[in-house]
């Protein structure tokens, strides 16, 4: 019996999720709780557990895809597993079962009234679109040919008889597609067709256009065909029943062959540009519409590899999108700077990372900096509030949630220390490491990445001096850190080389007057200026 997995409700009030990697391949034995594959949301990466024993029948969405919570993404064959198969009976020769809900990830839609899954290019005939594709154990799912059986010959449908629904039939050409060999006929160009034959010719080039739409790869292989850009539907597959390889589509990116249909590359092909390692188009103009053109995009002229690039906006770079708009759009920011001479601060940092008793806990400047941060949000707790617009009220937080701005692979990430405030200095050095860690590596969990009171921006790491960073939504302020540089400085009224560094701090004015975050900023540098004890003890 197969059975469907929907992507699960992953409990963050999330409606899609990106297919980062699977982590299973099809005809691969599952077991319960395994896991199947790592999804992004808007905030963390998250891996997905089997919800049964079996087989993986069919991986339903190609690595890279965004899919809605509730659709489909893999297939499992639970027979296998269970040696079930044979006794079903109705649930056999049913619709394949569905399982909305993963214990553990929240409630889920349960699928009632969700049109079924098309893949693209799928047609299907009178009550096609509203049936289930019913799955018998041993037999692959609609739409995807076994690659241990031979295609059959064409066979025209009988005249006034119409194709099955859902059910395509391959056709092969008598002769592999050459340059120069024959075309697929296509409606919209001429064609010759021996008297009585139009029928036959036409359900054959439906067929044959249908079988493209389905041509057989993995999802891998399918998404290096489209960051290449390349139309996998018009290749001809040298593996097993096929199954068009990696070589494949190099070889096709490299030559800059295929034939493909301008129409049909507007609207299902991608959008994007090869990269500039190697040509992924041919010349593209009078005289060069068939084999050896690249696909095209209506208006796009001649293609120009490497000129531009498009990519769809998702992931984490969506929701840090709509979180800056929303942010810069909302609080009225008020951005104030400070060049702190902090030379006793990295004499600090040097004693302790001397001694011998921190030495698993060497502190950083980061550290040092959020210390102060903490000490100063004691004595101005505007700091740490928020602005509840539908209420009407002003939200004081009685503890510092202290979020730190991580730059990774993915975007822009900003998990925060829960109870930073509790901590004393070697404390939150490790949560920091741990903290940025974990942020880098994906690994960040959902709650983490919620619930922050204020946040702390090094952007000194890359060399700058300061910036204007602006508020994460639902916090009042938010401190940038520049680089330490050791400068000409005054000191003690003669002029020495100092270590010096620049803080920006952003407010919400709507909360915070300036009279309150000048004094903030102030005692931030202060705390800097001479740590001390403070630091160490606090």
């Not at 296998?80 to 044979?86: I, L, N, Q, R």
């Not at 049936?131 to 018998?136: E, I």
């Not at 959902?446 to 000194?460: C, D, E």
């Amino acid at each position: 019996m197969i059975r469907e997995f929907a992507l699960p409700d992953l409990g963050e009030g999330l409606t899609e999720s990106e297919i980062v990697s699977w982590k299973v391949t099809e005809g691969q034995s599952v077991s319960l709780n395994q896991v199947i594959a790592e999804v992004e949301t808007a905030k963390a990466v998250v891996q997905l557990p089997s919800p049964w024993d079996g087989v993986v029948e069919r991986l339903l969405q190609a690595e890279g895809t965004t899919v809605d919570v509730g659709t489909p993404i893999l297939a499992i064959d639970v027979s296998a597993a269970d040696g079930s198969g044979a006794g079903d009976g109705a649930e056999g020769s049913g619709a394949a079962r569905r399982e909305p809900t993963l214990v553990g990830y929240g409630a889920a839609p349960t699928g009632t009234g969700r049109p079924t899954r098309r893949r693209r290019g799928r047609t299907t005939g009178a009550g096609g679109a509203g049936s289930p594709a019913a799955s018998v154990p041993g037999e692959p799912l609609p739409g995807v040919p076994d690659p241990g059986t031979p295609s059959p010959p064409d066979v025209p449908a009988p005249p006034g008889e119409p194709a099955q629904p859902d059910v395509p039939v391959p056709t092969e050409p008598s002769e592999p597609l050459q340059p120069g060999g024959p075309e697929i006929p296509t409606p919209s160009g001429p064609e010759t067709v021996p008297p009585g034959d139009s029928a036959a010719v036409s359900t054959a080039s439906q067929d044959g256009r249908r079988q493209q739409d389905r041509r057989l790869c993995t999802p891998v292989v399918r998404k290096l065909a489209r960051d290449l850009g390349v139309d996998i539907d018009v290749l001809t597959g040298s593996g097993r029943g096929g199954l068009v390889t990696r070589d494949d589509v190099v070889a096709a990116a490299e030559t800059a062959t295929g034939t493909v249909d301008a129409a049909e590359a507007v609207t299902t092909g991608p959008t994007t540009t090869g990269p500039t390692t190697g040509p992924t188009t041919g010349p593209v103009g009078p005289g060069t519409d068939g084999p050896g053109t690249a696909p095209l995009t209506a208006g796009a002229g001649p293609a120009r590899t490497g000129r531009e690039t498009r990519e769809p906006i998702r992931g984490v770079r969506k929701h840090t999108a709509a979180a800056m708009v929303a942010s810069a759009f909302t609080a009225p920011h008020v951005t104030e700077f400070l060049t702190v001479d902090v030379t006793e601060s990295v004499a600090l940092l040097d004693a302790l990372r001397a001694d011998r008793s921190w030495a698993e806990d060497r502190p950083t400047m980061t550290a040092l900096v959020a210390k102060a941060v903490l000490v100063a949000l004691r004595r101005h707790p505007e700091l740490n509030s928020r602005w509840d617009e539908p209420a009407g009220q002003i939200v004081r937080f009685g503890y510092v949630n202290l979020g730190i701005a991580a730059a990774t692979g993915r975007g822009l990430l900003v998990p925060n220390i829960k109870d930073a405030d509790a901590m004393d200095l070697r404390a939150l050095g490790r949560a920091l490491r741990e903290l940025t860690a974990a942020a880098r590596d994906g690994r960040t969990a959902p709650a983490a990445l919620s619930g922050g009171t204020f946040t702390i921006s090094n952007v000194g790491v890359f060399g700058v001096d300061a910036g204007t960073p602006i508020l994460n939504p639902g916090e009042a302020g938010i401190l940038a850190t520049g680089q330490v540089r050791r400068i000409p400085w005054e000191h003690r009224g003669e002029v020495a080389l100092r270590e010096v560094m620049t803080l920006s701090l952003s407010f919400d004015h709507r909360l915070v007057d300036g009279e309150a975050g000048s004094r903030f900023l102030a005692d931030v540098g202060a705390v800097l200026r001479a740590p001390g004890a403070t630091l160490t003890l606090v």
